[in-house]
């Protein structure tokens, strides 16, 4: 049973595996064993994961896989993956595949524009405030130079400040609502250093601001914080063909796999309930890209869900049609990312999936990013709309049931050839594995 500890965070790494195993486990001995064994043996690089985050007893491992045969814009790559489900690598490289032979994939970077925001409160007339803000822009700009000064030298930096009155929700809440270039980097601790020191400046230059009555100088700073929600860094990734070259079999013409995938495309558009799994099917991808690269994940997801909610309903991030005989797939995406700063120059394997990419500039990931989604999408799409996702998805996951039951080579080796041709369900396979046995 847990109960509550005084000063955990100042335990040693050693102690904390203790005082956990000791509280919560009946075998203490298991408990630790499990932990250490995923220690790394070179202590240097242990210590560097250590430092990551807090309170650490050991390391979180997820496969990292590759998908071969990425042409984006004419150019080859193999997209690093980091994930855990199943089918995803293998999908994701299924479709480039399929693609490569059809003219790859087209990407374009629409703006890379990033949001932050100073959220307060002010008791007074709006028309005042519309003045003072008018007059100690160039100061808030001034005062920030510090800290925009190295962003601006690379060609970033703050792109506008603006005024915004949002006392129809709230009484008393205005926003200043800060538009960001940010490079190479995510930047959220540029914007959130710069938000901070806006607020200081705004605060200071109202109680000085002559105008004002001694309540209206009195601006109460809520809060200063970036936005994850990106409308305005966006990028479009699309693949197009002949109807007739959708076919790989003699049994599906294009013709009807582009009728029926258009048909999906529109179901995901106008039903949330099929939205919400056509669009994670999208970050299976997109995911696996940005763990891989040191990324935000949970950033991207929160924003890539506004985003596909800004129409007022959850609809689909990808669309697709046919016209005068030409398919064309396409989605429009928000990726906030970065391939300088944070876990980027420090995790290993984020240094070698960069490299594998050839060293891509924060424009050139989002458009490898966007592929992976799509190019996800596709695969999970086309085999919806002929043999059905189980098919596909349970032959993959046969190895994992397999080792659920502890399977040695042999048994998987026999077990995998007779499941080529016997539909996989965790039934069929317990079964299988149950007479192999006996």
């Known amino acids: 049973m847990s109960k509550s500890i005084a000063g955990f965070s100042k335990l040693s790494k050693s102690e904390k595996i203790d005082w956990i195993v000791e509280t919560h486990f009946s075998n203490t001995e298991d408990a630790t064993n499990v932990l250490k064994q995923y220690w790394n043996t070179d202590e240097k690089l242990q210590k560097l994961h250590d430092e990551f985050i807090e309170n650490t007893i050991t390391n979180y491992y997820l496969p990292l896989g590759v998908a071969p045969n990425f042409l984006i814009n004419n150019k080859l790559y193999t997209i690093p993956m980091a994930i855990e489900e199943s089918s995803v690598v293998a999908a994701a490289s299924k479709a480039a595949k399929f693609w490569l032979d059809?003219?790859?994939?087209?990407?374009?970077?629409?703006?890379?524009?990033?949001?932050?925001?100073?959220?307060?409160?002010?008791?007074?007339?709006?028309?005042?405030?519309?003045?003072?803000?008018?007059?100690?822009?160039?100061?808030?700009?001034?005062?920030?130079?510090?800290?925009?000064?190295?962003?601006?030298?690379?060609?970033?930096?703050?792109?506008?400040?603006?005024?915004?009155?949002?006392?129809?929700?709230?009484?008393?809440?205005?926003?200043?609502?800060?538009?960001?270039?940010?490079?190479?980097?995510?930047?959220?601790?540029?914007?959130n250093s710069c938000l901070e020191q806006f607020a200081k400046t705004l605060k200071n230059e109202a109680l000085a601001f002559s105008d004002f009555s001694e309540q209206e100088k009195n601006i109460d700073i809520v809060m200063s914080i970036l936005s994850n929600y990106v409308p305005n860094c966006l990028v479009r990734a699309e693949v197009s063909c002949k109807v007739e070259e959708l076919t790989e079999k003699n049994d599906v013409s294009g013709d009807v796999f582009a009728n029926k995938f258009v048909q999906a495309i529109q179901i995901a558009e106008v039903e949330p309930y099929r939205a919400v799994t056509h669009n994670k099917g999208i970050m299976n991808g997109i995911d696996a890209v940005i763990l891989a690269t040191g990324n935000d994940f949970r950033a991207i997801e929160a924003g890539v869900h506004a985003y596909a909610s800004r129409k007022g309903n959850y609809s689909s991030l990808s669309h697709a049609k046919v016209e005068n005989g030409i398919f064309t797939f396409w989605l429009e995406i928000p990726l906030a990312l970065g391939t300088v700063g944070g876990l980027t120059g420090l995790h290993p394997l984020v240094k070698f999936a960069s490299e594998l990419l050839g060293k891509p500039s924060a424009k050139e990931l989002m458009q490898i990013v966007a592929v992976a989604g799509l190019a996800q999408n596709f695969a999970a799409l086309k085999s919806l709309t002929t043999t059905g996702i189980q098919q596909g998805h349970m032959k993959m996951h046969l190895m994992n049931i397999l080792n659920q039951f502890d399977a040695n080579d042999e048994e998987k080796t026999i077990l995998t050839e007779y499941f080529k041709t016997h539909t996989v369900t965790h039934s069929a396979v317990v079964e299988a594995i149950n007479e192999l046995r006996e």
């Not at 629409?110 to 002010?122: A, E, P, R, W």
């Not at 130079?145 to 008393?172: A, F």
């Open 102 to 191: 059809r003219g790859g994939f087209k990407t374009t970077v629409l703006s890379t524009t990033k949001i932050g925001q100073v959220h307060f409160m002010y008791q007074g007339d709006y028309n005042k405030l519309k003045t003072f803000f008018n007059s100690v822009k160039p100061k808030l700009l001034t005062d920030a130079k510090p800290i925009t000064k190295n962003m601006e030298l690379r060609g970033g930096g703050i792109l506008d400040i603006e005024l915004r009155n949002k006392t129809t929700d709230i009484k008393g809440y205005y926003q200043l609502h800060v538009s960001f270039e940010t490079l190479d980097a995510m930047g959220a601790n540029f914007i």
